[in-house]
């Protein structure tokens, strides 16, 4: 298959370049090998089985008064 690879790091399509021409390989056979070897890593993403499994997260330093902000906004309260 025939395709166009965009936005690659110049510095490091080089160093791949330079590197398929010392073992005597393609640029292609040189990123299959490297597509190969990461597809075969494990899959680490594990989906949510029930909102019951998802744990809350802190909301950032100084939003402390963020309701009352938006009830200002929304609903014109001073």
């Given at each position: 298959?025939?395709?166009?690879?965009?936005?690659?790091?110049?510095?490091?399509?080089?160093?791949?370049?330079?590197?398929?021409?010392?073992?005597?390989?393609?640029?292609?056979?040189?990123?299959?090998?490297?597509?190969?070897?990461?597809?075969?890593?494990?899959?680490?993403?594990?989906?949510?089985?029930?909102?019951?499994?998802?744990?809350?997260?802190?909301?950032?330093?100084?939003?402390?008064?963020?309701?009352?902000?938006?009830?200002?906004?929304?609903?014109?309260i001073?």
């Amino acid at each position: 298959m025939d395709t166009t690879i965009r936005n690659l790091d110049k510095d490091i399509y080089r160093e791949l370049k330079a590197r398929a021409a010392l073992c005597g390989k393609t640029i292609g056979e040189l990123v299959n090998e490297a597509i190969r070897c990461y597809l075969a890593r494990p899959y680490r993403y594990t989906r949510a089985k029930s909102l019951r499994d998802i744990s809350p997260e802190p909301y950032p330093k100084g939003t402390e008064h963020l309701s009352e902000e938006i009830d200002r906004v929304v609903y014109g309260i001073e």
